[in-house]
C-alpha cells in the first residue's frame, strides 16, 4: 500500500498554479511542488491541514491508499 497525493488534480481542475497556491497558504513553494508532483515522503500536518483549509476538501480527497500491486 502506498499513500498517493491528489494535489495535481484537485488544482489543475481548479486552474490554481502552485506558486500562487503556495503564496496564498503561506507555505514554502518547494514543499507544495513536492506534493503536487506526489514526490513528497513525509506530509507535515501543517500543510495539509492549511491545503485541505483553502481547497475546501477532506483530508480523504487530498491523499488516498492505493495497492502497489
Known amino acids: 500500500m502506498q499513500i498517493r ?3 495535481r488534480h484537485i488544482i489543475d481542475a481548479r486552474n ?3 506558486k ?3 503564496r496564498d497558504i503561506n507555505y ?3 514543499s507544495v511542488r513536492l506534493m503536487y508532483h506526489d514526490e513528497m515522503e513525509r506530509y507535515p500536518r501543517e ?3 492549511k491545503l485541505c483549509e483553502y481547497l475546501n476538501v477532506g483530508i480523504d480527497e487530498l491523499l488516498t491508499l ?3 500491486d
Request: cysteine-free; hydrophobic content about 55%; charged content about 20%.
Open 5 to 7: 497525493s491528489n494535489l
Open 16 to 18: 490554481i498554479k502552485i
Open 20 to 22: 500562487v497556491l503556495a
Open 28 to 30: 514554502r513553494f518547494e
Open 47 to 49: 500543510l495539509l491541514a
Open 66 to 68: 492505493q495497492d502497489t
